[in-house]
């Protein structure tokens, strides 16, 4: 049962300087029995930790699943009877603010927001001892007290003090007289859900690598900018306070945070951090602390309030966490910058999934469309988040306006509607559930998103301006350049006719074959007016003149097979030349640029563009020392806005879907479910993949010998596959396009 009556200890809002401080909740009661069943089925707004009989039984970290409760409120359930026994049990909650009291640094409107509440629960619990059975939900009869966390905000950090733990307060036996009752309070109005989606768990704890001292306060440096929390271990004096500030840079060797901290410096008298733990101590022995009600991106902490001979490398530990994700692929090679950005791929994606995709894990820690939708097709490559990706299209369908329109985050408190959204952003509403069908044969998140994508394909079509084009978005974001030199109208104009052509595809998936043939004429309207005034049909250069567009237009079928392709595609070179063969691409470009130029033979120049140490280039990132991907290519390490983004991490697909070859397409009319088609780039002695298809997994695994390029591939048994081979390369003297099946293989090529 989910249970709709909420209970809370009696607080209110959190701002800036009044803190709502994380409430214990309790109730004991009496079993006859040893109990043969037993579930607890239990919500909170925003998060909790479940113990039952001092047992910490909660499903993973930062629980429930975030939403916006005004649209749907996450359950989670508990199998109860191992912990329960004959006599006095207690269940015991700590509540934390999550999303749901966050102000968010006062902006993006969630001090605002119409779901903002008091941390509050709802639960049902049942049990069977026999004949008789047991049931309750929150009510009255929960006793309340304040816990030791004073504050905690999902951005902000916690703060806690260790003299005010309450011995025994979750255990049998306690007295709680001294407690105050818990009150009822509203229901939210969203739609109540039992979450089907992975939770967060830790994954590694790291030792720092170096600890050195800055003024009064020691750095520890633990070597990678990923996610997570700082494991705390302590022996201190009573009242002694120990603040630990996160950050992901150094700035001329000294700790910096300004690139990722709200509220700005323009705003008077406010805190100058945004990720802040505390803890005072108890003093009575090795104390151990982790936060429980937040996380941040960092690689570094500076610690203040110790004493030298406390600042050891058992101190702090990084426990890093993410989502719960099995792992699906990986990639490696012969070049070690290669394997370098593979790995900070890896560590983006996995810090920019808690729950859902966001965009950073330190200053927003938003669920931002744009860089789910880029960067969908390399995590379901290397990873498993099919379920989130579903529920989280449940939040993206109640985010959705009646007109159609999307919000740039999700949840939102009802910012980015006006500003932060557009087609690429909102593209996250067919791009999900496309990959999800394309590539593990999955229509749950078509199903989901149906009704929605057939809403949002009305909407852009009322958008449109007179000449059938449509500019109301972002655009190229984060290119190296300003202005953006793709023109708005047509990024947006591409994207909608991508999205239009996915949907239609879905549609038709779905048999709704009406919907399939609308979407269809859409996505071909808006192709026709990139075409008519978008385009000099003369030398097929489009719109800007710039490497976005060109690669754009050809990567989405703008330009027609042939003579219009190739002479778009020698534009794109003459461009790339001209600009020293450097990316000039935002994330719209860079998305497609290198899968364009290997598909035509320019497999090496991808790969010069991708690896040169000099900005703008993932190599650059590489040599500078950064080991997250970062938000843009700006020449900086200061002025990068982030150094943790994941909506980039395109690149790894390239890699798998290129250099090794792996392409799965699960489509109900693709011809083939497995095509083999690597590329052997000039710099790479060999290079390695796998992935775990539907169907099962693949590997494929090349090196350069004296003969040639020896090919092993590994499928299923009894599956063959087409091998799809460019550039003048042949296996055995039987052509091209051979079909394959599990073997090692001799590949050689046609002398000029």
Known sequence: MLSERFISAGYGMCNMYDFVPSPYLRRSFTLPAAPD???????????YELFVNGNRITRGLLSPFISNSDDLVYYDRYDLTPYLTEGENVIGLQLGNGMQNCFGGYVWCFDGASFRTEPKTALHCEIRCGEQTVSFEADESFRCAPSPIYYDDLRMGERYDARREIAGWDMPGFDDSAWTPAVSVSTPKGERRLCEAHPILPREERKPVAIWREGDDYIYDFGVNAAGLPRLRICGEAGQKIDMVHAEILRDGKFFYDNIRFPWPQYENYPLYLQLDSYTCRGDGEEVYMPRFTYHGFRYIRVSGLRPEQATEELLTYVIMNTDMKLRGAFSCSDPVVNRIQEMCRVSTLANFYHFP???????????????????????????????????????????????????????????????????????????????????????????????????????????????????????????????????AFTDSVECTDICRKASELFSALGRDADAAYAKECSEGFRRAVREHLC???????????????????????????????????????????????????????????????????TDLAMHMITRPDLPSYGAWVA????????????????????????????????????????????????????????FPETLQSARAFHEAPFGRVDVNWRRTEWGVELSVWMPDGMRAPLSLVDGWHVNDNGAASEISSGVYLLTRASN
């Open 37 to 47: 069943a037993a579930q607890i089925t239990l919500s909170a707004l925003g998060f």
């Open 358 to 488: 966001t965009d950073c894990p330190h200053r927003e820690k938003n669920g931002w469309t744009a860089d789910a939708a880029l960067s969908a097709e390399q995590v379901l490559l290397n990873w498993e988040p099919d379920d989130n990706y579903v529920e989280w299209l449940r939040n993206i369908v109640c985010a959705q306006r009646e007109s159609g329109q999307l919000p740039g985050i999700i949840p939102t408190g009802g910012w980015g509607f006006d500003w932060g959204n557009g087609p690429a952003w909102d593209s996250v509403l067919v791009e999900l559930p496309y990959r999800l069908y394309q590539m593990r044969g999955d229509l749950r998140g078509a199903e989901v998103c149906a009704d929605a994508l057939r809403l949002y394909v009305d909407y852009i079509m009322s958008r449109r301006n007179e000449d059938g084009t449509i500019s109301i978005g972002l655009g190229d974001w984060c290119a190296p350049h300003d202005p953006i030199k793709s023109p708005l």
């Open 536 to 602: 000099d049909r003369d030398t097929m250069t489009f719109a800007g003149n710039c490497q976005t567009s060109q690669a754009m237009a050809i990567y989405y079928g703008i330009t027609e097979a042939g003579e219009e392709t190739a002479r778009a595609f020698s534009v794109l070179i003459d461009l790339i030349h001209e600009n020293d063969d450097h990316l000039d691409t935002g994330v719209l470009g860079t998305r497609v640029l290198f899968r364009v130029l290997a598909d035509f033979g320019e």
């Open 624 to 679: 500078r020392g950064d080991t997250a991907l970062c938000e843009d290519f700006n020449d900086s390490v200061a002025m990068t806005q982030s150094h943790n983004h994941q909506f980039c991490a395109d690149v790894s697909a390239f890699f798998m879907e290129y250099l090794c070859g792996i392409r799965v397409d699960l489509r109900r009319d693709a011809r083939h479910p497995l095509v083999i088609a690597p590329r």
